[in-house]
Nanobody
Framework: QVQLMESGGGSVQAGGSLRLSCAAS????????MGWYRQVPGRQRELVAA???????TYSDSVKGRFTISRDNAQNMVYLQMNSLKPEDTAVYYC??????????????WGQGTQVTVSS
């Protein structure tokens, strides 16, 4: 059973930094994409950043230049370094991975979420 364990959320003042970590365990298949999403009450969950197994990276426009995603394939870890945080970054942040199965289909797993609160 694949499990995702997130850590690193918390409260910070505007302009501050936080680093989120996500550890994936239990996967016997290769992990294609690892990423971070966020959600605020009443709104859809949105992509923050994602990194593919080949290294290509996608960022939402709202975090470009402030957030950096990275992954450690050997440890099945993904990180999100968040700098210059703004109050509008306040949300629950979720780790997501896409696992490539033997039949070449993809299965998605989500973490439990970690709260990030940025005060002005």
């Amino acid at each position: 059973q694949v499990q995702l364990m997130e850590s690193g959320g918390g409260s910070v003042q505007a302009g501050g930094s936080l680093r989120l970590s996500c550890a994936a365990s239990g996967s016997r298949s290769s992990i294609k994409t690892m990423g971070w999403y966020r959600q605020v009450p009443g709104r859809q969950r949105e992509l923050v950043a994602a990194v593919a197994s080949g290294g290509s990276i996608t960022y939402s426009d709202s975090v470009k230049g402030r957030f950096t995603i990275s992954r450690d394939n050997a440890q099945n870890m993904v990180y999100l370094q968040m700098n210059s945080l703004k109050p509008e970054d306040t949300a629950v942040y979720y780790c997501k991975i896409d696992v490539l199965l033997i039949n070449l289909s993809t299965r998605t797993y989500w973490g439990q979420g970690t709260q990030v609160t940025v005060s002005s």
